[in-house]
C-alpha cells in the first residue's frame, strides 16, 4: 500500500512539474525581420532639365565673302533639355537627347569692310548674333565599375540656330542647320536626380546652294557658316518610368 502511494505520489510531482514548464515563456528566437536590398541604380528612363552656361564664336565664324570676322564676344546660353537614357549594362549606355538655347553670343567684325580691303567707312565691319538654337543628339557612355552614379559620355547630332547680321549695307537673319558636336560628364547624387557639366562644338550654314555663282552674300548661303563653343551646366530630373520596381518578400 505504501509502495502504491509513493508511486502516485511520484506521478502527480512530475505532472505538476510539467505543468508549470509548460506556463514558462518560450526562449525559441523570433523569425529573422527580412530586409529588401536596395534596387539596382539604373540610368534607363527619360528625364528632363534646365542648363545654364556660356559660349563664344569661333575666330572663323560667320564667314563673309569667304573672310571670317577678327574679333568675337561670348554671352550666356540657357535653356532645357529632354532625353531617354538606356543601359546596355552595369557600364555601357546609350541614348538621344534634344534642347533648346537661348544665347547673347554674338562677334564683331573689324576686317570685313567695304570691298573686304580694309578701307572702310566708320568701322566697316560686321556683327553676328547667334539668337537661339538647338540640337537633336545621340549620347554613347560608360560608368565605372564600383561608381555607377557617374557617367561620362560624348554626344553629336543635328544642330539649327538662328543667325543675326548687321551691316553697313543690310541686316538680316536666317535659320541657319548643321551638326555639332562634344562630351560631358554627369553625377547622379540623388536617386531621381543628377548634375552634369557639358561642352559643344557647334558649326551651322545657311541652305541656299547655287552652282554657278556662289560668293557668300547672305546668311541663307551655304558658303556662310557659324561656328560656335559653348559650355554648360545642368540638371536633370531622371523618371526612370518603366524601371523594374524592388521585390517584396511576401507573409
Given amino acids: 500500500m505504501k509502495t502504491t502511494l509513493s508511486a502516485i505520489a511520484v506521478a502527480a510531482a512530475l505532472a505538476a512539474g510539467a505543468a508549470q514548464a509548460a506556463d514558462l515563456p518560450s526562449r525559441k528566437a523570433p523569425p529573422p525581420v527580412f530586409v529588401p536590398p536596395p534596387p539596382v541604380l539604373t540610368w534607363t528612363g527619360f528625364y528632363a532639365g534646365l542648363n545654364l552656361g556660356g559660349g563664344w564664336m569661333a575666330n572663323n ?3 563673309l565673302w569667304g573672310w571670317g570676322n577678327n574679333g568675337n564676344t561670348g ?5 532645357g533639355q529632354i532625353g531617354y537614357n538606356y543601359q546596355l549594362s552595369p557600364l555601357f549606355l ?3 537627347e534634344t534642347d533648346f538655347q537661348g544665347t547673347s553670343i554674338g562677334s564683331g567684325g573689324s576686317n570685313n569692310n567695304l570691298w573686304a580691303l580694309g578701307w572702310g567707312w566708320g568701322n566697316g565691319g560686321s556683327t553676328a548674333r547667334l539668337n537661339w538654337f538647338g540640337t537633336v543628339r545621340g549620347r554613347a557612355g560608360f560608368t565605372f565599375p564600383g561608381l555607377p552614379t ?3 559620355y560624348g554626344t553629336g547630332g543635328f544642330a539649327y540656330g538662328e543667325v543675326q547680321r548687321n551691316s553697313w549695307w543690310n541686316q538680316n537673319s536666317a535659320v541657319q542647320t548643321g551638326w555639332t558636336a562634344g562630351g560631358g560628364v ?12 557639358e561642352y559643344l562644338y557647334t558649326d551651322i550654314s545657311g541652305s541656299n546652294q547655287n552652282a554657278f555663282f556662289n ?21 536633370n530630373y531622371h523618371f526612370n518610368f518603366g524601371a523594374p520596381a524592388p521585390v517584396l518578400a511576401k507573409y
Fill in 61 to 63: 565664324s560667320s564667314n
Fill in 75 to 79: 554671352g550666356v546660353v540657357g535653356g
Fill in 94 to 96: 546609350v541614348g538621344l
Fill in 150 to 152: 557617374l557617367l561620362v
Fill in 186 to 197: 554627369e553625377w547622379m547624387f540623388l536617386p531621381n536626380w543628377s548634375a552634369k557639366a
Fill in 215 to 235: 560668293p557668300g552674300f547672305g546668311l541663307n548661303n551655304v558658303n556662310n557658316h557659324t561656328r560656335f563653343h559653348t559650355v554648360r551646366a545642368g540638371v
